[in-house]
């Protein structure tokens, strides 16, 4: 099972930006795409932004023109930038990774996690 090494996050204002960056470690695998997921307390888990290889991306209705999802292929890491931030970009982001590995298929990881907060 790979590990996603996930870092960026914490505490901004109103305004404000962020960043995070995920990485999927590992020589032999195929990433597919590399996406953000976010939970607030109390809400179900919704897509943020998603990147795959030839950089296609798909990004929320709430976060069009304020985020920025990018790839680094070389490197197997994707960043996502927050821009103009709002209090409810409040939440815990989790990275997910679709990727071909070993000569299996569509496998599929999440991250642990990493808490945003925006205050007023």
């Known amino acids: 099972q790979m590990n996603l090494v996930e870092s960026g996050g914490g505490s901004a204002q109103v305004g404000g930006s962020l960043g995070l960056s995920c990485a999927a470690p590992?020589?032999?695998?195929?990433?597919?795409?590399i996406g953000w997921y976010r939970q607030a307390p109390g809400k179900q888990r919704e897509l943020v932004a998603v990147?795959?290889?030839?950089?296609?991306?798909n990004y929320a209705d709430s976060v069009k023109d304020r985020f920025t999802i990018s790839i680094e292929k070389g490197k197997n890491t994707a960043y996502l930038q927050m821009n103009n931030l709002k209090p409810e970009d409040t939440a815990v982001y989790y990275c997910?990774?679709?990727?071909?590995?070993?000569?299996?298929?569509?496998?599929?990881?999440w991250g642990q996690g990493t808490q945003v907060t925006v205050s007023s």
């Open positions: 997910n990774v679709e990727f071909n590995s070993g000569g299996i298929w569509n496998q599929n990881v």
């Open positions: 590992g020589r032999t695998i195929e990433i597919k795409y």
């Open positions: 990147i795959n290889t030839v950089g296609t991306t």
